[in-house]
């Protein structure tokens, strides 16, 4: 159990397009999904908080009007790179949380690439 | 911003010996945990061990949290071509707030 997809597994935009990103708990309900940002050879780095119902909390520099989070329901998130550049390139993972216990459950990742 | 230091940052060990990563953080901790990452793909949840413990085990990890250091260590013994991997610690704070803080990760390598 507690198995978290994300689709799409790997995107190519184009610079000034917007790209979708979904993660979604397949068999449990998440009150909690985290998004983080993972640059090639180093540590994830969370972008923000998203509780079901309720807007995001973004981590500091991290821009809200980018970066559109939305948490529609218990068992799916999405985010939504805006304008994306070349600097947005990055692997994308997402984790969700029942908010019974500390445990995080976390997706396979996005790889996003912005030519 | 990330509180955990691991060391080293890259270590490469013939299969068969044992593999020890280190891990510390800066504040004061609810738990702390380690992952697993293989290249390009999401991560695998390995051990968690909460404050009120020293030690953990789990097959052939084991794990310590000195918390009057603020480090943890992670040992893999016997260790297997298929460990290769990114390990990183990751701590929960004490506010309950479920952020997760990662430490900058090992690549571990293992040599056939």
């Known amino acids: 159990g507690a198995v978290v997809s994300q689709h799409p597994s790997w995107v190519i935009c184009k610079s000034g397009t917007s790209v979708k990103i979904e993660c979604r708990s397949l068999?449990?309900?998440?009150?909690?999904m985290f998004w983080y940002r993972q640059f090639p050879k180093q540590s994830l780095m969370l972008m923000a908080t998203s509780n079901e119902g309720s807007k995001a909390t973004y981590e500091q520099g991290v821009e809200k009007d980018k970066f559109l989070i939305n948490h529609a329901s218990l068992t799916l998130s999405t985010l939504t790179v805006t304008s994306a550049h070349p600097e947005d390139s990055s692997f994308y993972i997402c984790s969700a949380s029942r908010g019974v216990s500390y445990e995080q459950y976390f997706g396979p990742g996005t790889r996003l690439t912005v030519t | 911003s990330q509180q955990g230091e691991e060391d080293p940052q890259a270590l490469s060990i013939q299969e068969g010996e044992n593999a020890t990563m280190n891990c510390s953080y800066k504040t004061s901790i609810n738990n702390l945990q380690w992952y697993r990452q293989n290249s390009g793909r999401g991560l695998v949840h390995l051990i968690l061990?909460?404050?009120?413990?020293r030690e953990k085990h789990s097959g052939r990890l084991r794990v310590t949290l000195d918390t009057s250091k603020k480090s943890s260590s992670l040992l893999i013994t016997a260790s297997r071509a298929a460990d290769t991997a990114s390990y990183f610690c990751?701590?929960?704070?004490?506010?309950?707030?479920?952020?997760?803080?990662f430490g900058q990760g090992t690549r571990l390598t293992i040599n056939p």
């Open positions: 061990i909460r404050s009120n413990e």
């Open positions: 990751a701590t929960h704070g004490l506010q309950g707030a479920q952020k997760l803080v």
């Open positions: 068999d449990f309900q998440a009150t909690t």
